[in-house]
T-cell receptor, first 114, second 115 residues
Framework: AQSVTQPDIHITVSEGASLELRCNYSYGATPYLFWYVQSPGQGLQLLLKYFSGDTLVQGIKGFEAEFKRSQSSFNLRKPSVHWSDAAEYFCAVGVTGGYNKLIFGAGTRLAVHP | GAGVSQSPSNKVTEKGKDVELRCDPISGHTALYWYRQSLGQGLEFLIYFQGNSAPDKSGLPSDRFSAERTGGSVSTLTIQRTQQEDSAVYLC?????????????FGEGSWLTVV
């Protein structure tokens, strides 16, 4: 069955530090992979997505993610975190089969210290 | 509006009552999804609409849950005889079409509390 694992429930970083959020997926075919961010009181916003091609994808707000098929991973990175990046981050795999059904991980809550 | 709109944004109801949650997708979006986000949990898929039909209802937790979509636009998620375990954020999302290349846009959710 398809699944997404985000091993870190909470992460705290200092402002200006680098960030990596881990995501591992289980899916039999070539995955469509997504990272969403949810700020307090707001809906989910798409940060970036991977469908095919270059395994390093760039997103909004300075985020990037790298697809590694051999590790079944799609980790999210940012070189320098800003206080406004504090939010919950969700990794998702798109299950194909006629439509785009997203299977989400449990999320990683990011706190940023000044 | 430009985004997915959901109402009510917050709802407190007594156990055993029925509730209706409404979703207005982005104009022109044919695909509509409902997800549920429980405290400390990820997002759980509930149902998918293409137009007014629901090819995938596999995520609805029980027969107390139902949803419909009319005019290829507005959708209503109904929970009958609410239970405390139904307390969650119910998120609606839409996309222009249903293929995997189409970005899914989420609303801000309806926070449901069953007391």
């Amino acid at each position: 069955a398809q699944s997404v694992t985000q091993p870190d429930i909470h992460i705290t970083v200092s402002e200006g530090a680098s960030l990596e959020l881990r995501c591992n997926y289980s899916y039999g075919a070539t995955p469509y992979l997504f990272w969403y961010v949810q700020s307090p009181g707001q809906g989910l916003q798409l940060l970036l997505k991977y469908f095919s091609g270059d395994t390093l994808v760039q997103g909004i707000k300075g985020f990037e993610a790298e697809f590694k098929r051999s590790q079944s991973s799609f980790n999210l990175r940012k070189p320098s975190v800003h206080w406004s990046d504090a939010a919950e981050y969700f990794c998702a795999v798109g299950v194909t089969g006629g439509y785009n059904k997203l299977i989400f991980g449990a999320g990683t809550r990011l706190a940023v210290h000044p | 509006g430009a985004g997915v709109s959901q109402s009510p944004s917050n709802k407190v109801t007594e156990k055993g009552k029925d509730v209706e949650l409404r979703c207005d997708p982005i104009s022109g979006h044919t695909a509509l999804y409902w997800y549920r986000q429980s405290l400390g949990q990820g997002l759980e898929f509930l149902i998918y609409f293409q137009g007014n039909s629901a090819p995938d209802k596999s995520g609805l937790p029980s027969d107390r849950f139902s949803a419909e979509r009319t005019g290829g636009s507005v959708s209503t998620l109904t929970i009958q005889r609410t239970q405390q375990e139904d307390s969650a954020v119910y998120l609606c999302a839409s996309s222009r079409a249903s293929g995997p290349g189409n970005t899914i846009y989420f609303g801000e959710g309806s926070w449901l509390t069953v007391v």
